[in-house]
């Protein structure tokens, strides 16, 4: 979305408008994540989930390198959002949300298991 400014306000070009990314939560975020973050974190991630995500999620995100690579991730407050940019449907698959001192080394290999199950969701309602 490029802005140009005229006089003092901040303009949009129209033409550069893309619609939203859609997100999609996994569903084991508010089975498992929830307990172990508590809602006011989970909350917290959402507004910046909302907030960036929706709009460009490969700037706001940061790559993460083998074995999770092609994945991304979001910082916000003290818990990382771990998630997974799905270019042809436009959406965004938020596969993890968990404190940043735990979640790279205690659940890695279940961010990889939930990424696998929302390829498997993705192919099942495929027409």
Avoid: C, F, N
């Avoid at 802005?3 to 089975?31: F, H, Y």
């Avoid at 390198?65 to 449907?89: C, E, F, M, N, T």
Wanted: aromatic content about 4%; hydrophobic content about 35%.
């Amino acid at each position: 979305m490029v802005a140009r400014k005229r006089g003092s306000k901040k303009v949009t070009s129209p033409a550069r408008r893309q619609e939203p990314w859609r997100i999609r939560l996994s569903r084991r975020i508010l089975d498992e994540d929830l307990h172990e973050i508590g809602h006011a974190a989970l909350q917290t991630a959402r507004r910046a989930i909302d907030k960036k995500l929706r709009i460009d999620p490969e700037q706001y995100g940061e790559r993460l390198r083998p074995p999770l690579a092609g994945l991304y991730k979001l910082k916000s407050s003290h818990v990382r959002v771990a998630y997974h940019i799905q270019h042809a449907d436009r959406e965004v698959w938020v596969l993890m949300i968990a404190d940043r001192r735990t979640i790279w080394d205690r659940h890695e290999a279940d961010i990889l298991s939930r990424l696998h199950e929302e390829e498997r969701h993705q192919k099942r309602s495929e027409p």
